[in-house]
């Protein structure tokens, strides 16, 4: 007998046609389920290493600032949302003194809520990143990078450190598909009270699964020569560019990509 089901999980990473023992499910789909759950625990609970990120960031030659936010531990970032929303005083205090130097983007790395995410793909996607602003003439800031934040502390640090756009890549909510996901949200004239509807999302960035560290920079590049060309960000800011321009000889599969990942 030929079930479709079985067909259908050659396309997807979700828990479909599992199978069965009785009434349970088979052995190896509840440990392959257990693995996840633990990965998806491990990648929330785990503290990122900021100084050895830091380190990495050095030797590509990129200047980089720790900032933090007034969160103490994993468990309150968890319970306090809006403490990774904000800098803490000191971090304040050092983005001022560097109020003059304005640049055309702040760009922040985070843990967010995948430790496991920015240490499996966050230093690669930094480095595409930095490249396609690079080749466009825009003016990059220093790395800010803040554990324990929350998207919208790039509408603080984007304000202090008066830039045109601010980008923020975090780790992504860990799901039991995907433990290791990547985000960026791109916003315009960052200011806090900024809303989500201000802010453009690229998300699942995490090859060879989801889309590629080059399909998400050249994205992220489009959308920033959109905002600064018509002065907006967000759910106002149409996502038009061509699929066919992520498609290069390493990335054969991105424009499929491109259609499930990106908001419009």
């Known amino acids: 007998m030929n079930d479709p089901w079985i067909t259908l999980r050659k396309f997807t990473q979700a828990r479909i046609a599992q199978g069965r023992a009785g009434c349970s499910l088979p052995t190896k789909a509840l440990l392959d389920f ?18 050895a990120f830091a380190g990495e960031v050095e030797k590509l030659e990129l200047e980089s600032l720790i900032l933090a936010t007034p969160v103490s531990s994993r468990i ?17 205090e050092l983005l001022a003194a560097r109020v003059n130097q304005a640049s055309d983007v702040a760009l922040i790395v985070s843990n967010g809520l995948s430790s496991t995410a920015v240490d499996d793909h966050g230093l690669a ?22 554990a324990n934040a929350r998207v919208a502390l790039a509408d ?3 304000g202090l450190l008066n830039a045109r756009l601010a980008v923020i890549i975090v780790g992504e909510r860990p799901g039991l598909s995907a433990a290791d996901s990547l985000g960026m949200y791109l916003t315009y004239a960052p200011t806090p009270g900024n809303t989500d509807a201000e802010r453009n ?8 699964d989801g889309l590629t560290y080059q399909a998400a920079a050249t994205k992220l590049a489009y959308l920033s020569d959109r905002a600064l060309l018509s ?6 800011l ?10 290069g000889p390493s990335d054969p599969d991105v424009a499929t990509l491109n259609r499930t990942h990106f908001l419009k």
């Open 238 to 247: 149409k996502d038009d560019m061509p699929d066919c321009w992520l498609t």
């Open 34 to 51: 257990q693995l996840a759950h633990a990965s998806a625990r491990d990648a929330v609970q785990q503290i990122w290493d900021v100084t």
């Open 201 to 208: 999302c690229i998300s699942n960035i995490r090859p060879p």
């Open 125 to 146: 996607l930094l480095q595409a990143v930095v490249a396609g602003y690079a080749e466009r003439g825009l003016r990059i800031g220093p790395i800010c990078l803040v």
């Open 156 to 158: 603080d640090i984007g």
């Open 231 to 236: 002065g907006l960000s967000g759910v106002m």
């Open 76 to 92: 309150q970032y968890l319970q306090r949302p809006d403490l990774g929303r904000c800098l803490a005083q000191s971090s304040r």
